[in-house]
């Protein structure tokens, strides 16, 4: 060995270090516990990552997301500085030139515009500190009534159902530990397998126990698998299923009468409404036989015990509120809720997908889900924030609505926190140009995203490991995130983001907080006798009770795992209410030009638009974006596996690999939303909205699909060349 190497490897020995951090996943709703490793040898860092074996929600457990979680967050793309435009392309600034910047931004644009004139975008995947914050700032700071974010586009639909039904939104009524004692599972629109992986062992133990498993998707997944049953649907037409079941649950008496009489409005006109319904017609609209509709009802009618769970399938659509009414009619007509093993779950998507729908950063809300046009709610927060309660600012628009205001320049001014809307909105050509329309859009990241890349200025803002904070997981308990690592040089913690620009708009008064736990403190209070109830929860008893569900008014009340047990809702009359859901058609229509329905959704090893995945080569396996086709429509279409597509809609088109997959139905195909630019399937979907919580359409519209011809062919080859040449010389 030469001297030189001798020194060396000395010195690794004197300089090795290990350091052991007890963090969290931060991505998918499950929250997973984690310890993560790091063996630092002179300038490298070796990471690795293991679950937490006392973890009472994984079960000890890590998909390979979470295994992975650390690489985006200790990644050399990891933004360092903060970066202005200037003509294409950012020169790296001061935090002070940034801030300067940014004060004369805000400052002429409300000026001449009004505060409207500034919208703020929030996210599910901040901490509830982070969330409660970012509607304070949006009021407060700027005094702009346009705040909203990407679980809008999310779980919205699930929540205005559970809202209207239950007079309350909590994701999952029961924990997760209830789901082995449910008799009978249905799983509509919810791909557990491959979205929160660690969520399956419950639904293995449960059908270990004996209890039948429903899974109803257009596709075959790994969560269909488990399945006894599998309802291959058409999309969209989840509510029509529903009604053929709920018929079933009727005729053949397997209505909770008892319950339905004391605790429950509208059993009677659900019953009548159910008895018009004809399953020949239903199982035509839906594409399931009708001896399959049956026999879900009777599986679900007649088990003693039984859960509902819907996700993103069932409830991205423009119907979506109404579609998962019907689900909840199910669990109530049964009387199946409130019990041990009985209940209904929207399984909640991001990280804090549940805290984050419920302190503020919706158009319509204010903390402890308080709606902000109550004029006893915004007196209660007004207190709390110590400003005058006319001073908080109306109702804003929907996230999507408030790209189309920008579009038409009536927001000129945008800060984006913790999301990528120009891959995850529908529509995104509309979202590109109207973001290209602003007078200027800020984008806190700790990654240059694709909605980064179209930033006047973005700052380096913070990730899991440094960022302390709550965060409210699928079952509704909260849990404590703790930081394990200081912000990077030159980037800074999002929330003293936050107060430092409110300090420049001189309202530093409002927010003086020197710690994630004094924003905490605050929200309890804000909280407070709202339906989202944290007041009792502290950081002390998170750790001491390895999480706390909400609601929890004070300090000695112990949480509230199970909902509305002895039938107690939350409606004024303590009543919960079904009403007949007449079906509704999917917005778009499929006809000769376009006669596929396309509908999306995820894979394991990405999260989201990506961002935070796919600069991890262990997860970017997958790399290519694809089409899911069934292989007699490819081969009828001239498509082969592996080959090429272009796929178009109404409003764009995108070109994608091809998967064959004999799993799903000959008239769907299935695109993952995990990719921007080329791949970005949302260039293709459509901007259709629900009426009560303005949901997009995601999961169902009309495209059509063919070979690429010699000019496309051509062009992508140059394309692919270009991007090779690209990467040697990275
Ligand atoms: N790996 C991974 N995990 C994630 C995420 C991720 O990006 N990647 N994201 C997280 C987030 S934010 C969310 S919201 C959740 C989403 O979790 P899910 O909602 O479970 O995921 P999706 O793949 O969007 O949709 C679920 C299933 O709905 C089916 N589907 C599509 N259209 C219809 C329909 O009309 N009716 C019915 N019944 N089914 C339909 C799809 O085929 C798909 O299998 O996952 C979370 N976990
Ligand atoms: N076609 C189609 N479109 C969809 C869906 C679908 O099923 N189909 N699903 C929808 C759903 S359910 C969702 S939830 C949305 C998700 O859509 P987005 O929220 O737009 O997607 P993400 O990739 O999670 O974007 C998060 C961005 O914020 C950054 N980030 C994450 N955490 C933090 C943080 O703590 N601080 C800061 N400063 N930055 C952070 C990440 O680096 C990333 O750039 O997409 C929606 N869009
Ligand atoms: S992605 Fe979800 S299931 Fe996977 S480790 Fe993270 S929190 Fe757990
Ligand atoms: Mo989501």
């Known amino acids: ?52 074996k006392g973890d009472p929600v994984s079960g000890g457990k890590l998909c390979a997301k979470g295994i992975y979680a650390h690489s985006h967050a200790v990644n050399p793309a990891r933004l360092r500085t903060p970066l202005l435009r200037v003509g294409q392309s950012f020169t790296p600034v001061s935090w002070e030139t940034a801030y300067a910047w940014i004060r004369e931004k805000i400052t002429s644009i409300q000026a001449q515009h009004g505060k409207d004139a500034v919208g703020v975008y929030g996210s599910g995947a901040l901490t509830n500190e982070k969330a409660y914050l970012l509607g304070k700032f949006a009021r407060v700071a700027l005094e702009t009534k346009h705040i909203d974010y990407n679980g809008r586009f999310c779980m919205s639909s699930a929540a205005g159902a559970s809202n209207q039904a239950f007079g309350v939104d909590r994701g999952l009524t029961n924990p997760l530990s209830e789901i082995p004692q449910a008799g009978c599972i249905i799983l509509a629109g919810a791909n557990v397998a491959e979205c929160q992986p660690t969520m399956m062992p ?140 009985c209940g209904y779950g929207a399984i909640t998507g991001q990280g804090n997908g549940q805290g984050g729908r419920e302190h503020g950063q919706k158009a319509d809300q204010l903390p402890g889900y308080r709606l902000i046009e109550n004029p006893e709610h915004r007196k209660h927060i007004a207190e709390v924030w110590e400003v005058d309660e006319h001073s908080i600012p109306g109702k804003g628009v929907s996230a999507y609505e408030m790209f189309e205001m920008m579009e038409r320049k009536e927001i000129r001014g945008l800060i984006v926190l913790g999301s990528n809307p120009v891959v995850s909105s529908p529509n995104v050509n509309l979202v590109e140009s109207a973001l290209r329309k602003l007078d200027f859009l800020i984008v806190i990241d700790s990654l240059m995203s694709e909605t980064a890349a179209l930033a006047d200025l973005v700052l380096p803002g913070s990730t899991y490991l440094e960022d302390e904070g709550t965060m409210t997981n699928v079952e509704g308990r909260v849990i404590l995130r703790r930081a394990v690592k200081e912000p990077p040089k030159g980037t800074r913690l999002d929330w003293k983001i936050l107060c430092e620009i409110s300090a420049l ?134 498509l082969s596996d592996k080959g090429k597509a272009k796929v178009q809609s109404r409003r764009g088109e995108i070109i994608l690999n091809v998967k064959y997959s004999p799993g799903i139905r000959e008239d769907t195909v299935f695109v993952p939303f995990h990719w921007g630019e080329e791949g970005c399937v949302n260039r293709l979907t459509l901007p259709e909205l629900d009426p009560y919580c303005r949901m997009p359409e995601f999961k169902a519209c009309a495209v059509r699909v063919t070979p690429l011809d010699k000019e496309e062919i051509e062009k992508l080859a140059e394309r692919e060349d270009v991007n090779d040449r690209k990467e040697v010389l990275i």
């Open 1 to 52: 060995m030469s001297d030189f190497l001798k020194g060396y490897r000395q010195l690794e020995q004197q300089q090795h270090k290990e350091y052991r951090y007890e963090t969290q996943c931060p991505f998918c709703s499950m929250q997973c516990k984690m310890n993560l490793y790091e063996e630092k040898i002179v300038h490298r860092s070796r990471y690795n990552a293991t679950p937490d």
């Open 202 to 341: 419950y639904f293995r133990k449960a059908k270990a126990n004996g209890s039948k498993i429903i899974v109803i998707d257009p596709r075959e997944t790994g969560t269909s698998k488990l399945a006894d049953l599998h309802l291959k649907i058409k999309p969209g037409t989840d509510a029509a299923l529903v009604n053929g079941m709920i018929k079933v649950i009727v005729e053949e008496d397997y209505v909770n009468h008892t319950f339905l009489q004391r605790s429950v409005e509208g059993g009677p006109e659900l019953q009548s409404f159910a008895r018009s319904i004809d399953l020949c017609e239903v199982s035509v609209l839906t594409g399931v036989p009708k001896e399959q509709i049956i026999e879900a009802a009777r599986l679900y009618g007649k088990a003693q015990t039984g859960m509902v769970f819907t996700a993103r399938g069932v409830e991205q659509h423009a119907s979506g509120v109404m579609t998962v009414r019907n689900f909840i009619n199910l669990v109530l007509l049964t009387g199946k809720i409130g019990k041990s093993g």
């Open 505 to 638: 708009l001189g309202k530093e008064r409002y927010f003086p907080y020197n710690s994630a736990e004094q924003i905490f403190e605050e929200l309890r209070r804000a909280s407070k006798g709202g339906l989202a109830n944290y007041a009792g929860i502290t950081y002390k008893r998170i750790e001491q009770k390895k999480g706390v569900f909400w609601p929890c008014p004070t300090v000695s009340h112990s949480g509230t795992p199970r909902m509305f047990i002895d039938g107690k809702f939350y409606h004024k009359d303590g009543k919960a209410r079904i009403i007949p859901v007449p079906y509704q058609y999917p917005r778009e229509t499929m006809d000769e030009n376009f006669p596929l329905t396309l509908t999306t959704g995820r894979i394991i090893f990405h999260y989201q638009t990506g961002v935070q995945t796919r600069i991890t080569p262990e997860l970017n396996k997958v790399a290519e974006p694809f089409l899911e086709i069934h292989p007699d429509t490819a081969k009828k279409l001239g």
